[in-house]
């Protein structure tokens, strides 16, 4: 297995370095001369400041995420009437391409539910189109609200984070099998022991999967929005050394993000099966 | 004939899908005895095991339990689960003491009380085992030390050997019989098969489908105090499975 995966990546490098050296295009440069330049950019601190920007409002939108995407997803999931708690949803919705989303609307509330107040029915449509919708064009609408400072990348974070973290939470707490809560019950046991001990350990596996696939969302919300709004740590570097044609110093910048982000994520998945092991 | 200690009244169960599932079904539970719900699949027997145990609602009709009518789950009931219904993320240990630990009993005195019932169950030695290590079997035994620890008076059994394989069945079975006795329970025991019905109870409720109904209350002559081989062989055993097929037959 260890062995097919080192030979994977030499592979890879190797072809890189190959179509490197063949004279495709002048802007494509040959893996060694890439690693070189990532070398040199460890060396003279440029990544490792470039990193510390660039973590600042992906670690506030992750943490923000985690706090509020999985109360609220564990909310949708308790409770059907807790009417307020839909409201930041709607803030949310205000910055969604309204035009995609009405006919959904329609077709989510209107057919035969009639008017609902529940939670459930008001947010759940807005997590799945979020999903679903390109975040990039929403980018310029967040700097046109919120400027080009924190605000702005932040929230790019949290809109590429925030639906995949509520929805796992949410699906983690409503698939709670029956039979576990009727147990509870045939025991006398309060509706709090029944989320304390019952329904929230059992949704804990999933919450915890939906803040991994977060923090991956989260990586291409702060990349996006380093290149869009202003450029600022990695983008910057990326958008920088693309301008000065410095190509190797780009390619570095960029395979070190995916670096990065691959890194983290396997550790985090690694982490995750060792707190809640699979059957 | 013994006192009732469980007693349903003009029970009638309607779901919100339209179904009818019972129309006023009248029945009574002798103390200390094993009673049946035998029928075809939709005939509502699980429906009316549950509404006895309190866990869902009736349209119409009255359960009393040792003469008190009850609304909702109590603690002289105890239920025993199809699928076990079992924490998979809890060991047999945390799982058989759960009841005791709902009902907030300290950590050491539940867990004294659950040891003593796995050991009664035979699973002496798989008390940090997770469900997921333990065959289908060996789970409802847990289930059933589960039911044992809370101390009720009556056990409300759904099917509890239907996801087990026959060899494990019969075993299963003996055991459950010498437990009970032991125990001196009042057990309600739902199943659709036959044998098992006639093996185990000392009376047997035969609903029929839709809407479920009572349509005959049979009570075996079987001498439980035999051994199992004997039972299986006695005439009175395979007479009561013979009169009940007869019954059933125009249900299937």
């Not at chain 1, 932040?154 to 949410?170: D, E, G, K, R």
């Not at chain 1, 009727?182 to 915890?208: D, N």
């Not at chain 2, 004294?112 to 789970?139: C, D, T």
């Not at chain 2, 010498?178 to 659709?192: A, Y």
Request: charge should be positive; include cysteine.
């Amino acid at each position: 297995m260890r062995r097919w995966q080192i030979a994977s990546f030499a592979l890879f490098f190797g072809l890189w370095e190959l179509t490197g050296r063949w004279p495709v295009s002048p802007a494509f440069p040959p893996f060694s001369n890439t690693f070189l330049a990532l070398i040199e950019m460890i060396r003279d601190g440029t990544l490792g400041k470039a990193y510390l920007i660039t973590a600042q409002p992906l670690a506030l939108g992750i943490v923000l995420c985690a706090i509020a995407g999985i109360a609220f997803g564990i909310g949708m999931g308790l409770s059907r009437s807790i009417e307020w708690l839909s409201l930041p949803v709607f803030i949310i919705l205000q910055a969604a391409p309204m035009a995609a989303i009405i006919p959904l609307l329609t077709y989510m509330y209107g057919i035969g539910m009639g008017l609902s107040r529940s939670i459930e029915w008001l947010s759940l449509p807005v997590f799945i189109i979020l999903q679903a919708a390109p975040m990039a064009a929403i980018i310029p609408l967040l700097t046109y609200m919120y400027g080009i400072g924190l605000t702005s990348k932040v929230l790019a974070v949290i809109m590429l984070a925030a639906p995949v973290i509520v929805m796992n939470s949410y699906k983690g707490i409503r698939n709670t099998p029956p039979s576990l809560l009727q147990m509870c019950r045939s025991f006398q046991g309060t509706r709090v022991q029944e989320v304390v001990k019952i329904v929230l350990p059992h949704a804990a596996a999933l919450i915890f999967t939906g803040l991994r696939l977060g923090l991956a969302m989260g990586f291409i919300g702060i990349v996006i929005a380093e290149l869009l709004i202003t450029p600022t740590g990695i983008g910057d570097l990326i958008s920088y050394h693309s301008s000065t044609a410095d190509y190797p110093k780009m390619f570095a910048t960029i395979a070190s993000i995916v670096a990065v982000a691959a890194v983290s994520l396997h550790l985090l998945q690694r982490v995750e099966f060792r707190l809640f092991p699979r059957d | 004939m013994t006192e009732a200690i469980v007693e349903v009244k003009g029970i009638g169960k309607t779901y919100d899908s339209g179904v009818e599932a019972l129309r006023d079904v009248n029945l009574s539970f002798p103390k200390g005895q094993l009673s049946t719900l035998l029928g075809p699949s939709g005939c509502g027997k699980t429906t009316l095991l549950k509404i006895i145990a309190g866990l869902l609602p009736r349209n119409a009709g009255q359960v009393l339990v040792k003469g008190k009518p009850v609304d909702g789950p109590g603690p002289e009931r105890a239920f025993v689960f199809q699928d076990f219904a079992l924490l998979p993320w809890a060991s047999v240990l945390r799982n058989v003491a759960f009841g005791l630990e709902l009902r907030g009993e300290p950590k050491e005195k539940r867990e004294e009380v659950a040891r003593k019932y796995i050991a009664e169950v035979g699973l002496k030695g798989f008390e940090h085992r997770y469900p997921a290590q333990l065959s289908g079997g060996m789970r409802q035994r847990v289930g059933l030390a589960r039911a044992l620890t809370v101390d009720a008076d009556i056990i409300l059994m759904d099917e509890p050997f239907s996801s087990v394989d026959e060899q494990t069945r019969r075993k299963f079975q003996e055991d459950l019989l010498d437990l009970l006795r032991h125990h001196q329970k009042t057990v309600i025991f739902v199943t659709h098969s036959i044998e098992e019905a006639a093996y185990l109870s000392d009376q047997i409720a035969l609903l029929s489908p839709r809407p479920g109904r009572v349509s005959k209350i049979v009570r075996p002559n079987v001498d439980h105090s035999r051994s199992p081989d004997e039972i299986r062989r006695d005439r009175g055993y395979l007479d009561t499975v013979d009169e009940i097929w007869g019954m059933l037959r125009q249900y299937v």
